[in-house]
């Protein structure tokens, strides 16, 4: 009964190193979503996907990249990190856009 | 753009009260709104979805209402216990759209 699986849970990157977070799930949804949540800030949409191959961007979505190879993962990807991007990611999956979001644990991720 | 804000931010009560969470958006033509809880160091647990044409959903201890006219929900949490300390967050789709825009939260202290 996984649900929503984040990979890692915990890293440390230095300035200028690249890195993927990785999210799957196994409950079939089409709608799959990455997060940011940053003290005062809230949940900030970064992108999304609304099916396999497809992607969007969210609100904040500059230094980011994403692919939706297999319906079942929604990769993240850090390309040159800053440490304005130390920050909790979270991803989450629907069945459509109507339905509730099921969110994983998190990643948290440090710029040093 | 839509903002939905979430008052108060913190809120500390008795074992036993009954509460009231507030949730209000600038946009009333909303698609459906979402209250989730999140634990300390967890991710989100939808708790509650209401689509535009509901008044109110219920699940247990908690109900939920929907004023789109004025822009606002509110989660009721009766006989409210220890367990139900943790953050909640409302969170609004907006008709035409794929995604969920967030309030802050509302930290809830429940003691024994």
């Known amino acids: 009964n996984a649900g929503v699986t984040q990979t890692p849970k915990f890293r440390v990157l230095k300035t200028g190193q690249s890195m993927t977070l990785l999210c799957a799930q196994d409950m079939n949804h089409e709608y799959m979503y990455w997060y940011r949540q940053d003290p005062g800030m809230g949940l900030r949409l970064i992108h999304y996907s609304v099916g396999e191959g497809t992607t969007a961007k969210g609100e904040v979505p500059d230094g980011y990249n994403v692919s939706r190879l297999k319906k079942q993962n929604f990769l993240l990807g850090l390309e040159s990190a800053a440490p304005s991007q130390t920050s909790v990611y979270f991803c989450?999956?629907?069945?459509?856009?109507?339905?509730?979001?099921?969110f994983g644990d998190g990643t948290r991720l440090s710029i040093l | 753009k839509q903002e939905v804000t979430q008052i108060p931010a913190a809120l500390s009560v008795p074992e036993g009260e009954n509460l009231v969470l507030n949730c209000s958006f600038t946009d009333s033509a909303i698609y459906n709104l979402q209250w989730f809880r999140q634990d300390p160091g967890k991710g989100l647990t939808s708790l509650l979805l209401?689509?535009?044409?509901?008044r109110e959903q219920t699940s247990g201890r908690l109900n939920a209402s929907l004023d789109k006219s004025s822009g606002r929900s509110t989660l009721y949490i009766a006989a409210s216990q220890p367990g139900d300390s943790a953050t909640y967050l409302c969170?609004?789709?907006?008709?035409?759209?794929?995604?969920?825009?967030f309030g802050k939260g509302t930290m809830l202290l429940v003691s024994p």
């Open positions: 989450a999956s629907s069945y459509s856009g109507d339905q509730p979001q099921h």
């Open positions: 209401i689509q535009s044409s509901q």
């Open positions: 969170a609004v789709r907006l008709e035409g759209y794929s995604t969920l825009t």
